[in-house]
């Protein structure tokens, strides 16, 4: 069944620290792929997408993913995390090209940041 | 460029009323979706709308329903609620171009 697995429900990094959330996806082909992050009582914000080309792509708020389609993986990642970091993360996956309005999400990723 | 924006930010209803959300896409954004968010399930897809048709939807009761406007405006509507019908309940819109999907803030609707 297509799906997407974020394996970590929960992480805690102290400030400073860096951080790598992991999302794998099981799907035939390459889809569109997304990060979104979430505050509390909040709506989801994009923080960056991938379609094609350069795997590692950079998005808003000092933020980075990797696509690598022999691990079918999509991971986030920030070299050093700020208190303000603190919400949800969600992988997305877009299997139809943008032609369905259908998003697959993840799970979740809750990140909390210690002083 | 104002964001994508949904009324009423919360709505509290009892069970077997029915429940009318709105959303307003960004300006020149064709198509909208809607999303039902809840702790358990998580994100689910309940359908898509493009130039006042629907073209995709997801596998919610039929009770879930939903229409677009001309102006690309749209609304769901929930109709004899569940308790299990509260949840957090996401507009998003994209372009005609772009594959990416801004959100709104939601709609949280309880059920007592």
């Known amino acids: 069944a297509q799906s997407v697995t974020q394996p970590d429900i929960h992480i805690t990094v102290s400030e400073g620290a860096s951080l790598e959330l992991r999302c794998n996806y099981s799907?035939?082909?390459?889809?569109?792929l997304f990060w979104y992050v979430q505050s509390p009582g909040q709506g989801l914000q994009l923080l960056l997408k991938?379609?094609?080309?350069?795997?590692l792509v950079q998005g808003i708020k000092g933020f980075e993913a990797e696509f690598k389609r022999s691990q079918s993986s999509f991971n986030l990642r920030k070299p050093s995390v700020h208190w303000s970091d603190a919400a949800e993360y969600f992988c997305?996956?877009?299997?139809?090209?943008?032609?369905?309005?259908?998003?697959?999400f993840g799970k979740g990723t809750k990140l909390s940041v210690k002083p | 460029k104002a964001g994508v924006t949904q009324t009423p930010r919360y709505l509290i209803k009892t069970r077997g009323q029915q429940v009318t959300l709105s959303c307003s896409p960004i300006?020149?954004?064709?198509?909208v979706s809607w999303y039902q968010q809840t702790p358990g399930q998580g994100l689910q897809f309940l359908f898509e709308y493009f130039s006042e048709t629907q073209r995709n939807k997801g596998n919610f009761p039929g009770r879930f329903s939903g229409r677009q406007f001309s102006n690309s405006r749209s609304e769901m509507n929930v109709s004899t609620l569940e308790l299990g019908d509260s949840a957090l309940y996401l507009c998003?819109?994209?372009?005609?171009?772009?594959?990416?999907?801004?959100f709104g803030p939601g709609t949280r609707l309880t059920v007592t």
């Open positions: 991938y379609f094609s080309g350069d795997t």
């Open positions: 997305a996956v877009d299997p139809y090209g943008g032609s369905q309005g259908n998003l697959i």
């Open positions: 300006s020149g954004h064709r198509s």
């Open positions: 998003a819109s994209s372009s005609d171009n772009a594959y990416e999907q801004y």
């Open positions: 799907y035939g082909a390459t889809p569109y």
